[in-house]
């Protein structure tokens, strides 16, 4: 989770309950890594939000969601595609 949260920077909330977001983060890392998905990552924010903003408006299914918000997730994409990266080239 190291490697991720590195990865991250302040891309992560800092509202209570960010650290289940990272969590479910670190699940992608660990079980798809570099084959994570702007879908798997909504999934997993969707997953985090529906108990920390259940009215939010994107919590929806991903392909409901505009382009626009869907590129919404590319940073945290990218953040857990370099931390499975690290991780895998770890001795």
Do not use: C
């Not at 920077?9 to 800092?14: A, H, I, Q, R, S």
Request: hydrophobic share 40%.
């Amino acid at each position: 989770m190291d490697a991720l949260r590195s990865e991250l920077g302040d891309l992560l909330p800092t509202e209570p309950g960010s650290e289940n977001l990272l969590r479910f983060y670190a699940l992608l890392v660990l079980t798809k890594g570099s084959r994570t998905t702007l879908e798997d990552v909504h999934h997993a924010w969707a997953l985090w939000t529906v108990a920390t903003n259940p009215d939010h408006p994107s919590i929806v299914p991903f392909d409901q969601l505009t382009a626009e918000v869907q590129e919404e997730d590319q940073p945290f994409l990218e953040a857990i595609h370099r931390a499975a990266s690290r991780i895998r080239q770890a001795p």
